[in-house]
């Protein structure tokens, strides 16, 4: 079975900073791309970085130049860093994994359960 665990959420104040981890866990043969999306109240589920196997990076417009994807291939684990944070990130931020359980089979999503970041003063 395949977990994804979030930590690193909280309360920050505007300016400051968060640094999110998503660690993949179980019995799977390989972890292909992962991302992280974010669901604000009321709206709908948003791409906010994405990061391929061969570390190949994407961002939301409205976080570039503020977050930074990065991942530990060693570990299984895909980091978000998050700089400059405004109140209209607040949102439960969710990580996204494409798997392959078994070599050869065709790649699955997971998902994670979701961190809630918090930027109020």
């Known amino acids: 079975q395949v977990q994804l665990v979030e930590s690193g959420g909280g309360l920050m104040q505007p300016g400051g900073s968060l640094r999110l981890a998503c660690a993949a866990s179980?019995?799977?043969?390989?972890?292909?791309?992962m991302a992280w999306y974010r669901q604000a109240p009321g709206k709908q589920r948003e791409l906010v970085a994405g990061?391929?196997?061969?570390?190949?990076?994407h961002y939301a417009d409205s976080v570039k130049g503020r977050f930074t994807i990065s991942r530990d291939m060693s570990k299984n684990t895909t980091y978000l860093q998050m700089n400059g944070l405004k109140p209209e990130d607040t949102a439960v931020y969710y990580c996204?994994?494409?798997?392959?359980?078994?070599?050869?089979?065709?790649?699955?999503?997971?998902w994670g359960k979701g961190t809630l970041v918090t930027v109020s003063s």
């Open positions: 996204n994994a494409r798997i392959a359980t078994v070599q050869g089979t065709p790649r699955m999503d997971y």
């Open positions: 990061i391929t196997s061969d570390s190949s990076t």
């Open positions: 179980g019995n799977f043969f390989s972890v292909y791309a």
